[in-house]
């Protein structure tokens, strides 16, 4: 796609937490997604959101294939998301879309299948601290944040974190506690680009602060699909005559 063209993102929240808890609701009164689909668009994105509860969770064939980026923030209701829904995800993924997975997203269908691994780790609540370094400073996911990002209250994750090594590791966290984690993790999956960011626990205000919501509008514009035909796989015709005919001696005749 064009880099002239508004990058057209959805933002998928399971949007429980917001319903179920006052704190959360407090801090995201129109919930996680809006919050996001909100500085996104102040970013000149085209943003649309979507959650659990609608049909086919928002994400039906006609928003997936109108979605140059989806955005993915699950925590207590992962095992109700559909699996067909998710083999629909996966495969877009695979043909390009960009996805961004959030915090709690982590242990999220999608996350799992596209990883191939638990997606396990270890975690706290403690109201504890978290200094995110940037440890590849020439990536556009970093793109106008100083050496770290700092948290004063944040929910803690703790390696091992059960994934694969990244492509690219942009984010490394130290915790109060004394944890490091990979809270900025890269990939390519066929022919899209998969992010995962760390922060976000919901009961804390993380998704308005300036410097996380630069590093999610950088990570949209870096996971935006590539435009180019997409490849062609199966039997293939030889584009060259093939093979010579030998005589004897393995000469040419």
């Known amino acids: 796609m064009s880099r002239t063209t508004a990058l057209r993102v959805t933002v998928w929240n399971e949007n429980r937490h917001e319903r179920q808890n006052p704190r959360v609701r ?11 689909a909100g500085f996104l668009t102040e970013a000149g994105m085209a943003v649309r ?6 049909p086919e969770h928002g994400l039906t064939d006609d928003a997936l294939n109108g979605t140059d980026v989806l955005i993915w923030w699950g925590h207590l209701a992962h095992g ?17 879309m960009g996805l961004i997975v959030l915090h709690s997203g982590h242990y999220s269908k ?14 706290r609540e403690a109201d504890e601290k978290e200094r995110l370094w940037v440890v590849a400073p020439g990536h556009p996911i970093a793109a106008g944040i100083g050496e ?8 803690m994750y703790g390696e091992h974190f059960d994934i694969p090594a990244p492509d690219e590791l942009v984010f490394a966290s130290w915790f109060e506690g004394g ?37 999610i509008a950088n990570a949209a514009n870096w996971a935006r699909p590539v435009d180019r035909e997409r490849p062609v796989y199966g039997n293939a015709r030889p584009l060259e005559a093939i093979g010579a005919k030998t005589g004897k001696g393995g000469k040419a005749e």
């Not at 999608?110 to 975690?123: P, Q, Y």
């Open 26 to 36: 407090e801090i995201y009164p129109d919930g996680i997604h809006s919050a996001i």
């Open 49 to 54: 959101t979507a959650t659990l509860d609608e």
């Open 80 to 96: 109700e998301v559909r699996d067909d829904i998710v083999a629909k995800v996966q495969r877009r993924v695979l043909d390009g």
């Open 110 to 123: 999608i996350f799992r299948a596209l990883m191939g691994t638990s997606c396990a780790l270890k975690w």
């Open 148 to 155: 770290y990002i700092e948290l004063e209250r944040e929910g």
């Open 179 to 215: 944890e490091a984690f990979r809270s900025g993790c890269a990939y390519e999956r066929g022919s899209g680009k998969v992010f995962y960011f760390r922060p976000g626990h919901e009961t804390y205000p993380t998704y308005w602060h300036p410097d996380v919501q630069r590093v």
